[in-house]
Nanobody, 120 residues
Framework: QVQLVESGGGLVQAGGSLRLSCAAS????????MGWYRQAPGKERELVAR???????NYADSVKGRFTISRDNAKNTVYLQMNSLKPEDTAVYYC??????????????WGQGTPVTVSS
């Protein structure tokens, strides 16, 4: 099993910044991708940013130019730097990890979520 522990969420004014962290621990083998998703009240969970194979990134159009995803391989930690935050960024942010086990099985794990609230 893999455990994902998120931190860094909170309340911030519009235009402010937050940095989310997600540390992975447990039975880690070959990480295929790590990323961040979010779910606002009454909406479906959506991709925010994803880092695949350690180098390939993709972002939701709504956060391009404002959010940056990065990863510390030595710490098995992924970060999401969020700048120029807007009220519409308010959501619970979930960390996601996909890895391949020695039996070549792809497993997906989710963190418990960290809330981000952006006030106008």
């Amino acid at each position: 099993q893999v455990q994902l522990v998120e931190s860094g969420g909170g309340l911030v004014q519009a235009g402010g910044s937050l940095r989310l962290s997600c540390a992975a621990s447990g039975s880690i083998f070959s990480i295929v991708a790590m990323g961040w998703y979010r779910q606002a009240p009454g909406k479906e969970r959506e991709l925010v940013a994803r880092l695949a194979s350690g180098v390939f990134t993709n972002y939701a159009d709504s956060v391009k130019g404002r959010f940056t995803i990065s990863r510390d391989n030595a710490k098995n930690t992924v970060y999401l730097q969020m700048n120029s935050l807007k009220p519409e960024d308010t959501a619970v942010y979930y960390c996601n990890l996909v890895q391949i086990t020695p039996a070549t099985v792809a497993n997906t794990y989710w963190g418990q979520g960290t809330p981000v609230t952006v006030s106008s």
